[in-house]
T-cell receptor
Framework: SAVISQKPSRDICQRGTSLTIQCQVD?????MFWYRQQPGQSLTLIAT?????????ESGFVIDKFPISRPNLTFSTLTVSNLSPEDSSIYLC????????????FGPGTRLTVL | QKEVEQNSGPLSVPEGAIASLNCTYS??????FFWYRQYSGKSPELIMS????GDKEDGRFTAQLNKASQYVSLLIRDSQPSDSATYLC??????????????FGTGTRLQVTL
């Protein structure tokens, strides 16, 4: 399995500001993903973080709102921009190693509350 | 039709009993199936993965896959109060443009009672 850490674990932000979430994996992984889990809901994929190139976004998610970076094989950031109360969610990073089939492991998540 | 469907529960079973959790999926070409456990306020934790028809056992957990009927299930034997959590079924479909995209069901909340 992969050990994944996220920072911050939680934050409370004001409307109109931005929050950047960091995801660090303990070893090189082939793929990294960002998910959102809204209150009482299941997980929804936001985007695949691609190393050295632009992220691949899912339908309903756009780069201007959720810019993502992945400068190397173990680190990625997700920024949630121009925050509104509807962005209050848990944001989760996941990673998949090469050779591990399709198994993804999740970080502990970042709980964002927007006032 | 939702891509991955689960009964939201709660499913209540007495301690020591078998808990049976079910999941159906819509994409017949799906190849990879996962069960995650999520405690309240925590992130999902992988319990089982299954790729072939039949049963796969790991300790008290057994995953069952039937591709013809498009369902996957998770059995938990000798259920313990610590098994009380939400169980998420996740599928990697063949019909999405994103490789390795996990599509999650809404989860089934399991309560193991004393």
């Amino acid at each position: 399995s992969a050990v994944i850490s996220q920072k911050p674990s939680r934050d409370i932000c004001q409307r109109g500001t931005s929050l950047t979430i960091q995801c660090q994996v303990d070893s090189q992984v082939t793929m990294m993903f960002w998910y959102r889990q809204q209150p009482g809901q299941s997980l929804t994929l936001i985007a695949t973080a691609n190393q050295g190139s632009e992220a691949t976004y899912e339908s309903g998610f756009v780069i201007d709102k959720f810019p993502i970076s992945r400068p190397n094989l173990t680190f990625s950031t997700l920024t949630v921009s121009n925050l509104s109360p509807e962005d209050s969610s848990i944001y989760l990073c996941s990673a998949k190693r090469g050779g591990s089939g399709d198994t993804q492991y999740f970080g502990p998540g970042t709980r964002l509350t927007v006032l | 039709q939702k891509e991955v469907e689960q009964n939201s529960g709660p499913l209540s079973v007495p301690e020591g009993a078998i808990a049976s959790l079910n999941c159906t999926y819509s994409d017949r070409g799906s190849q990879s199936f996962f069960w995650y456990r999520q405690y309240s306020g925590k992130s999902p934790e992988l319990i089982m993965s299954i790729y072939s028809n039949g049963d796969k056992e790991d300790g008290r957990f057994t995953a069952q896959l039937n591709k013809a009927s498009q369902y996957v299930s998770l059995l938990i034997r000798d259920s313990q109060p610590s098994d009380s959590a939400t169980y998420l079924c996740a599928v990697i479909s063949s019909n999405t443009g994103t490789a390795s995209k996990l599509t999650f069901g809404t989860g089934t909340r399991l309560q193991v009672t004393l």
